[in-house]
């Protein structure tokens, strides 16, 4: 079984560099891009503690953002809470039990937020 060549065109004297990626010019190149965050409108706040040797996380899911952003507003968030955080694959990771204080915070942006999990 022969596998495929994933080779291309790399420049063209017409359009410049090429992208090998969705081959089209680099300056049009939408690889990058992604869309935003698909989800059912509804900002859910929830707390965990799985593999963190029991220190509780409060995970803040479905903000309509795209990354940049996203970690913009993350570190706002972070700053009102005064504990520290991440975000990983589009999810908001704020140490502590924050709960209480997040919804309201969020449901001034004008999201619906609702609790999750216990």
């Known amino acids: 079984m022969k596998k495929r060549s994933e080779g291309g065109l790399v420049f063209s004297t017409e ?7 969705c081959r089209n010019p680099v300056a049009e190149c939408t690889c990058g891009d992604s869309p935003g965050p698909a ?3 509804i900002v859910r706040v929830s707390r965990e503690t799985k593999g963190r040797k029991g220190k509780g996380v409060t995970l ?8 940049k952003a996203l970690k913009a507003y993350a570190k706002t968030l972070k700053a009102k809470c005064g504990t520290g955080g991440t975000v990983k694959d589009g999810v908001v990771e ?5 709960r209480d ?3 309201p915070l969020l449901e001034q942006k004008g999201w619906k937020v609702k609790r999750a999990g216990g």
């Open 94 to 98: 704020i140490q502590g039990d924050q």
């Open 101 to 103: 204080l997040l919804v």
């Open 60 to 67: 803040v899911t479905g903000i309509p953002l795209d990354e």
């Open 15 to 21: 359009t410049g560099r090429m992208c090998p990626g």
């Open 39 to 41: 989800g059912d409108g």
